[in-house]
């Protein structure tokens, strides 16, 4: 079984910064694609940000300029740095990764529970 745990989000005022972090762990293989995906209640969730294995990144144009996402392999960690955030970034924030598992062939998504970020004008 693979477990994903967001950490850091919180309440902030518009303008301000946040880092959250993911954490992957279980009997992991290897950990292929991950990403930052959010969902405001009452819409459909949408994709942040990509990171491949090798550091290659994708944005949503509404984040480009503002939030950097990045990753440690060897713990299989990634972060979502928000910089100059706005009240239409007030989402749960859903790590979501591809991951091998051991004894596994091919690769399986998984998502964690979320972390709420709140920012106020």
């Known amino acids: 079984q693979v477990h994903l745990v967001e950490s850091g989000g919180g309440l902030v005022q518009a303008g301000e910064s946040l880092r959250l972090s993911c954490v992957a762990s279980g009997s992991i293989y290897r950990v292929k694609d991950m990403a930052w995906y959010r969902q405001v209640p009452g819409k459909e969730r949408e994709l942040v940000a990509t990171?491949?294995?090798?550091?290659?990144?994708n944005y949503a144009d509404s984040v480009k300029g503002r939030f950097t996402i990045s990753r440690d392999n060897g713990k299989d960690t990634e972060f979502l740095q928000m910089n100059s955030l706005k009240p239409e970034d007030t989402a749960v924030y859903y790590c979501n990764a591809a991951v091998r598992e051991i004894g596994k062939l091919g690769y399986q998504e998984f998502w964690g529970r979320g972390t709420l970020v709140i920012v106020s004008s």
């Open positions: 990171i491949t294995s090798d550091q290659g990144t």
